[in-house]
């Protein structure tokens, strides 16, 4: 856990009702013993709940000029799966929920096929709020937007990721690529081994794609059974 992570702990527990906190040492002077012990007294579940309320009314780009509702993600804090995608629709910026309208609808799907329910693993995308017209996010937006996702990996500390899509991958893989090509092999994120496949957005405007796309789930499958 960071030094970051230990203030906004801090800060839950004042928010939580805890007003007074004693403590001899600045945050940084915590040794790895005491920020185990830190991070060991609250839930992934709760900081997670905590940072989604503060993150809420971010104006760091101007995606939050125009959205509705900041849409932070979805699912297990305790997920061995996570999946990302590119950012939220119109459903999403409606409802504040991730992958709800049709991609959404279709992943349920995908993750069914592969014995998954959705309440397993956790989705979140690489910006929190709707780019206008669904275009892709620019990349002032996507630097905004990564200090957050990062947290989430941290905190949630899944043992798999599936990409969804080339924004994702290309953004947090730092590789650039056809989707053939990134679906190639498997990768590295902060240590974590990741899976690049289609969006299922791509997958409905593209059905000859679904076909890859479960080869891709089936691969994914098997390491998911194997932890």
Request: aromatic fraction near 8%; charge should be positive; proline fraction near 5%.
């Amino acid at each position: 856990m960071n030094e970051k992570i230990i203030k906004q702990y801090l800060e839950y527990l004042k928010l939580s009702g805890i007003q007074d906190i004693f403590c001899s040492k600045t945050v940084a002077s915590f040794s790895k013993q005491e920020q185990s012990q830190i991070k060991q007294q609250v839930e992934p579940e709760d900081m997670l709940k905590f940072l989604e309320q503060k993150y809420s009314s971010c104006q760091k780009c101007v995606l939050g000029n125009s959205r509705n509702k900041f849409c932070y993600g979805n699912g297990s804090a305790t997920a061995k799966l996570m999946l990302i995608g590119e950012g939220p629709g119109a459903d999403e910026d409606r409802t504040g929920k991730v992958f709800v309208g049709r991609a959404g609808q279709l992943l349920t799907k995908m993750l069914k096929a592969i014995n998954l329910e959705r309440d397993e693993v956790y989705i979140a995308n690489i910006v929190k709020c709707r780019p206008p017209g669904n275009r892709n996010p620019l990349p002032e937006e996507k630097r905004a937007c990564l200090p957050y996702l990062e947290e989430q990996v941290e905190i949630i500390k899944p043992q798999l990721i599936l990409l969804l899509g080339k924004v994702a991958a290309t953004t947090l893989l730092g590789i650039d690529g056809t989707m053939a090509v990134l679906r190639s092999e498997t990768h590295e994120y902060k240590g974590i081994k990741t899976y690049v496949s289609y969006h299922p957005s791509a997958l409905l405007r593209n059905p000859n794609w679904k076909k890859p796309a479960w080869i891709d789930l089936q691969k994914l499958q098997k390491d998911y059974e194997a932890l």
